[in-house]
Structures are given as structure tokens and as C-alpha cells.
């Protein structure tokens, strides 16, 4: 088990340019999340997969903002002509879907934190 | 709506003093409730975690929580501090739904005096 990763760590981008985060879960994990982070705030939702399925989007996930996960194991976050307020740390987590009505803990990577210039 | 309120930002604490801090939920249902510590530039790990049973849970580093229905709290505490534990500390709920999505608070920045 080795945890969740993400890549990058940083990504530094002009305003207008298009980024992309990698996230990789931990294994057997079937569920993947997103959240952002701002500074000073705690973690906001952002997506939720369940397998390759995207169950649900945030209102904060503008059409700017797109998430994939293909085959159900790794994940990506895009960001098309960013902004100044895409400023944040981007997280991942992911759990492991337990027997029904069974609570899961989320565990979370490193993050990615971006800085639109 | 869920939410979570963390109602001190930032906590200064000697070292060895005790250490408690503060969670208030809204929730309209039972809710799972967690604890996770955050280093700067870092993820967050969890510390602890109540689902249902024992009130009062144990989480690593020597910290616990307990969760009390009738004051909507899970306050986080620790007997002993170490210079280690400076650090922000997030509670979150999560709600009994499909997406099992997590709301947290907006943290507590906790400073350790020598």
C-alpha cells in the first residue's frame, strides 16, 4: 500500500494556459474524489467517482474544469484557460466502498499546488 | 445543509500543556465525523474517526475525540503537547449518502511555545 499519490506537486502557469493533475489512488480503492483548497480554508468538494463512473460535480467545478477516470484506476483533473482564482491546492483521495450502509475513510495525497501568474 | 464550524483559527499552546480543540457540526442525521491534521505544503492524515458505538475514540499520536449528540461536538484533545503536533487541524463530517462526500471546517492553525 502506497498511499495516494499526485503529480505534479507544483505547476506554476500563465493565465490562459491549460493544466492537468495526475492522481493515482490506492489500489482496490474504488472511489476517487477531488477537492480544492484555498488558503487559509479547508478541503471543498469538488467530484466524486465510483469506478469510472463520475457520480457527482460540485457547483464549484466550472465548465473550465474537467475530470476523467478512464479504466477506474488512475484519475485526471483538467483546468482549460485558467484563472488567477484557480489559485489552490488540488487533492485527491480515495476509499475503498464498504458493504452497504458501511462508512469508508478517505485517504488523501500530497496535493497539487497550482499558481496561476 | 451540512456544515462545519472550527470556531478558533489559531491556537497557541506551550509545550506539554493539554490541548483541546473545538467542533460543532449541522447535520440532520447521524453523521460520521473525522479528524485530520494537515503539515504546510502537505496532504492531510487522518488522525481519528467516529462512524457509531463508544462515544469517545482514540486516534494516533495520542490524540482522541468525543463526539457528544446533544452539543453537536467533536472536540479533539491531547493531554501531553509536542513541538511536533504545530500543525492546522481539520474536522469534517460526512454525510450517510452515496457519494459519502466529506465538508470540513475551516481549520485550526496550532502554534507550540518551547
Known amino acids: 500500500d502506497t498511499g495516494v499519490s499526485q503529480d505534479p506537486r507544483h505547476k506554476i502557469t500563465k493565465r490562459g494556459q491549460n493544466v492537468t493533475f495526475r492522481c493515482d489512488p490506492i489500489s482496490e480503492h474504488n472511489r476517487l474524489y477531488w477537492y480544492r483548497q484555498t488558503l487559509g480554508q479547508g478541503p471543498e468538494f469538488l467530484t466524486y467517482?465510483?469506478?469510472?463512473?463520475?457520480?457527482?460535480k460540485s457547483r464549484l467545478l466550472s465548465d473550465r474544469f474537467s475530470a476523467e477516470r478512464p479504466k477506474g484506476s488512475f484519475s485526471t483533473l483538467e483546468i482549460q484557460r485558467t484563472e488567477q482564482g484557480d489559485s489552490a491546492m488540488y487533492l485527491c483521495a480515495s476509499s475503498k466502498e464498504g458493504l452497504a450502509g458501511a462508512k469508508e475513510t478517505q485517504y488523501f495525497g500530497p496535493g497539487t499546488r497550482l499558481l496561476v501568474l | 445543509a451540512q456544515s462545519v464550524t472550527q470556531p478558533d483559527i489559531h491556537i497557541t499552546v506551550s509545550e506539554g500543556a493539554s490541548l483541546e480543540l473545538r467542533c460543532n457540526y449541522s447535520?440532520?442525521?447521524?453523521?460520521?465525523l473525522f479528524w485530520y491534521v494537515q503539515s504546510p505544503g502537505q496532504g492531510l492524515q487522518l488522525l481519528l474517526k467516529y462512524f457509531s458505538g463508544d462515544t469517545l475514540v482514540q486516534g494516533i499520536k495520542g490524540f482522541e475525540a468525543e463526539f457528544k449528540r446533544s452539543q453537536s461536538s467533536f472536540n479533539l484533545r491531547k493531554p501531553s503537547v509536542h513541538w511536533s503536533d504545530a500543525a492546522e487541524y481539520f474536522c469534517a463530517v460526512g454525510a450517510w449518502s452515496n457519494t459519502g462526500k466529506l465538508i470540513f471546517g475551516q481549520g485550526t492553525t496550532l502554534q507550540v511555545k518551547p
Open positions: 467517482f465510483q469506478n469510472e463512473a463520475q457520480l457527482e
Open positions: 447535520y440532520g442525521a447521524t453523521p460520521y
